[in-house]
T-cell receptor, first 111, second 113 residues
Framework: NAGVTQTPKFRILKIGQSMTLQCAQD?????MYWYRQDPGMGLKLIYY???????DKGEVPNGYNVSRSTTEDFPLRLELAAPSQTSVYFC??????????FGPGTRLLVL | GENVEQHPSTLSVQEGDSAVIKCTYS??????FPWYKQELGKRPQLIID?????GEKKDQRIAVTLNKTAKHFSLHITETQPEDSAVYFC????????????FGTGTRLLVSP
């Protein structure tokens, strides 16, 4: 199993541009999550999903959108990128309320 | 909103010493408390977790204790080694129809040889 995979690893965006961060898992987990981690800080939940077709907002959803059309994939969309969205983004998955497994992260720089 | 406070923010110890990291949580309904280790530039990885029906859990050199009355839990690392150097995050579950994790701000542990 590859576990949780994320692409790209690193991206530079200009202010106002849009992009999609990809996340996939091959563990057949029903729960998936997107977090952001700012330098020297903990993880903040952006969005989560409890299954295909079901998503909900976390602590810091503004400026982001998600979709969950399959069990495996949970992309995060950034519209109109802003410098405040410079961060490291982690996707995670879990089987119900068990251990969350994290992907390797996407480092995003908005200039 | 729900909050998890973590202390200290940095901790320096000598190899072989013990290290203790403490967290407090605000939601009395929290029932799951994982600890993650994050090495520089890497993803967070679970090292140990505890559920509210247990007061203590141990895995080799790592142990976690939970005091539900006081709403705090702690990570204990004994016989520290340089490879224990990393940032450690605690988290607590919050339940709003779905259990989400709220993370502490992290403790940077440095183990000197």
């Amino acid at each position: 199993n590859a576990g949780v995979t994320q692409t790209p690893k690193f991206r530079i965006l200009k202010i106002g541009q849009s992009m999609t961060l990809q996340c996939a898992q091959d563990m057949n987990h029903n729960y998936m999550y997107w977090y952001r981690q700012d330098p020297g800080m903990g993880l903040k939940l952006i969005y989560y999903s409890v299954g295909a077709g079901i998503t909900d907002k976390g602590e810091v959803p503004n400026g982001y959108n998600v979709s969950r059309s399959t069990t495996e994939d949970f992309p995060l969309r950034l519209e109109l990128a802003a410098p405040s969205q410079t961060s490291v983004y982690f996707c995670a998955s879990s089987r119900g309320q068990e251990t969350q497994y994290f992907g390797p992260g996407t480092r995003l720089l908005v200039l | 909103g729900e909050n998890v406070e973590q202390h200290p923010s940095t901790l320096s110890v000598q190899e072989g010493d013990s290290a203790v990291i403490k967290c407090t949580y605000s939601d009395s309904a929290s029932n799951y408390f994982p600890w993650y280790k994050q090495e520089l530039g890497k993803r967070p990885q679970l090292i140990i977790d505890i559920r509210s029906n247990v007061g203590e859990k141990k895995d080799q050199r790592i142990a976690v204790t939970l005091n539900k009355t006081a709403k705090h839990f702690s990570l204990h690392i004994t016989e520290t080694q340089p490879e224990d150097s990393a940032v450690y995050f605690c988290a607590a579950s919050i339940s709003t129809g779905f259990q989400k994790l709220v993370f502490g701000t992290g403790t940077r542990l440095l183990v000197s040889p």
